[in-house]
């Protein structure tokens, strides 16, 4: 490698890291915000999540991605928060009583009906399930978290038990929605045959749009990227914090589209 | 026809249309459907050019992602600290830091690309050496003797300056430092009592970049023009003999 390209691949990680920086701390100013974690805090929590995706790149964990790089990183960020708030913000009473939910899952106490109705809810309104799906998919998560409880896999480390069976509900719902749902990618012959009808567009109105394409606002971008990657609506609305129900989500959507779409008239009309 | 689009719905046609989800008969009636209303039609176009753009943005991504994966691949984690993580302001002066950082030196020397690790450690330099000279010259006030009708001038170096801390947009940074110095060496111009920290921050600046040339000249200048002020001569000569210990 020449030490030009050395020196671009350096600057285009410093940029990279310099934008996440600045995005993660927002948003774990936002996520963990009963917490108020001082910005000194979050920067080592920030530089502690960049050091986890340096090992994993380094052990060979993370050779390529599903997804994008700063979503992962994200992820990490979320993880290193809570570790960080188990060390420095919950009680030895905290911990005590999340032990106590602990040793009343392994002898099949009442924690799991107690979280049962607000577990069916959040199922019903993230992932439009009936009750009867709301229901299996609740089951399944009690039994895996039940045998993680057994086989010592749960770690009290990460979050309050309560979280941790929804995340795991979650985790299910995923399952099932990728199971059943049959997802087909488009068809480039078809998108380019439509975006070509009427002599098709100009070299510059295209790279008008892949320009406001990179530059949509939040939480258009993050619908529409995943959405035309084929990423199921269930999926996005878990990545998408602004937005808490599936028929809101799907009314952002078509919205995104419009005013994209209004914007792009607006401004080729002057190329 | 124009009012009465449902757009979630259409958007959902167009949707199934690409992905080629329609039967025969669904596809027909919806080309149709596009033949007459040219709004509907236009819309169509556009969500189209859409997805197009998103697949082609969301390949660069991709493959700028992958790139990065590899580069940090390659790095140890002293170059990757040096490129991604925030410098701290404290203990950069002790010596236990420059001893740590020279067994480092050693390690890196050893295991790391010769080319890579100077760049690395130059870059690196850059970082530590700019809280050290913010510290040092805070004592007698960053931008001494600056007077009120200044106030342009310091907006605009105080933005010149923040880039060259955070290292964001160093070449054109740079550019626009080297004008300004070069107008701060005028003693009629109104630069000329920010030279020394004009100076400095481009040194700076040039490491950040990799340069290990370019600064030296610059710190010999300030040391001159600062004679009787050791606040400023120590860090520039420290700064020389560090620049000539890479």
Redesign the interface.
Known sequence: MTDEEIKQNNQELADFFNQEREKNVAFLRKKYKKYKLSNKEMDDIFNDSCLELFKNIQDGKLVSLDTTLSFYLTQICKIQGLKKIRDTRLTTELLNKYEKILYDIKHKGHFFDNEKKDNISILRKKFNFSETDAEDVYQEACLAMYKNVLEGKFEIVISDPATYLKQTCIFQALKKVRDTKDFIEYKPNKVYDLMNEDNGYTWDERQLMKEMVKHLPKPCDTILRLYYEGISMEEILLKVDEINTFTSLKVRKSQCVRKLKAKFDKIRKKI | MKNNID??YF?SQVDK?????MTAEEETAFKAE?DTYEEK??????????????????RD??E??????D???T?S?EQ??N????PHAVSLWSRITRYASAACVAGLLAFGGY??YN??QT?SLGEKEYMAYSLDISEMGTFKSASDNDTNIRVKLTELFANVK???T?PSTISELERLYKLALDEDSSYYYYVDDIAWNLAIAYLK??DREKPIPLLEDMIKRNERYPAITKPAKELIQKIKDL
């Open positions: 757009y979630e958007d249309f690409l992905r080629n989800h596009l039609k236009q819309r169509a176009r556009t969500i189209a050019l859409m997805i197009h753009s998103m697949q082609e943005v969301g991504g991709r700028r992602d992958q790139r990065m994966i580069t940090i691949k790095m984690e990757f600290r490129v991604a993580l925030k080319r890579y760049y690395n870059v955070e290292r964001k160093i970049d990799g």
